[in-house]
């Protein structure tokens, strides 16, 4: 009899356990869609104060200009973020790492759906913020050489006696030396253009279901 009870009592247990399993998750699923409704109605511009104000809470001795970075929103069906992409690089002296990459970190994201930051995960200590001394010398360089450039992702690469200016988007580049106390641009400056990709190319690459897109309103 005891046996009989206690298999009952096992098989109540079972089913109380995945009712509360099957509530909590309908109430998260339920909670997500809320949030996710809630971001989706904002403004691109909204969106991105949502996401300062998350990097502000959480790494409040964190200041950044706006003007900086280009900041762009995306989102697909289960996920909003605001991405922070540098838009003049600047490499020190020693910090190169072969011709064009670096050892630093410039950019950062904010996923609005979890709260998080990509601080979070990868901490600050390759994050680049440029002392009193290295601003001096960007500042040299932009004056000297007129960036930005519309339209155009810059790196400045210190060397020696030179900055090294490379200059990127999406179907062009260039590369530029300037003297590193002049400001003169030195002979053999390169242009070029990156050649198109082929339409069919990623006809039979694997499709991914929910990409995120851009937020441009």
């Given amino acids: 009899m005891s046996q009989i009870i206690t298999s009952r009592l096992k098989r109540l247990l079972t ?5 509360l399993s099957f509530t909590t998750f309908a109430q998260s699923h ?4 809320t949030l996710m409704n ?3 109605s904002k403004t691109k511009l909204q969106l991105i104060a949502q996401a300062n104000t998350i ?8 200041t950044y200009d706006p003007k900086a970075y280009e900041i762009t929103t995306w989102a697909n069906s289960k996920q909003v973020v605001v ?3 540098r838009l003049i690089r600047f490499t020190p002296l020693g910090k190169q790492e072969g011709l064009l990459g670096s050892t630093l970190d410039y950019d950062f994201e904010v996923d609005l759906t979890k709260q998080t930051t990509s601080f979070d995960t990868w901490g600050m200590d390759n994050f680049y913020i440029p002392s009193a001394e290295e601003q001096k010398k960007i ?3 932009i004056e000297a050489f007129g960036l930005p450039h519309p339209h155009f ?7 020696s006696e030179t900055y090294r200016i490379n200059l990127e988007k999406e179907s062009s580049f260039a590369y530029y030396v300037i003297d590193k106390t002049t400001g003169l641009q030195n002979d053999g400056a390169i242009h ?11 006809d039979n690459a694997p499709k991914f279901p929910d990409p995120l897109v851009e937020i441009n309103d």
């Fill in 139 to 141: 500042d040299f360089v």
């Fill in 30 to 33: 339920v909670k997500n869609d």
């Fill in 38 to 40: 809630n971001l989706m």
């Fill in 55 to 62: 990097i502000i809470s959480k790494y409040p001795d964190f």
């Fill in 83 to 85: 991405k922070y992409r």
């Fill in 192 to 202: 070029g253009n990156y050649e198109p990709m082929p339409k069919d190319l990623f």
């Fill in 153 to 159: 992702y810059t790196n400045i690469i210190e060397e």
């Fill in 15 to 19: 089913i109380l356990l995945l009712l």
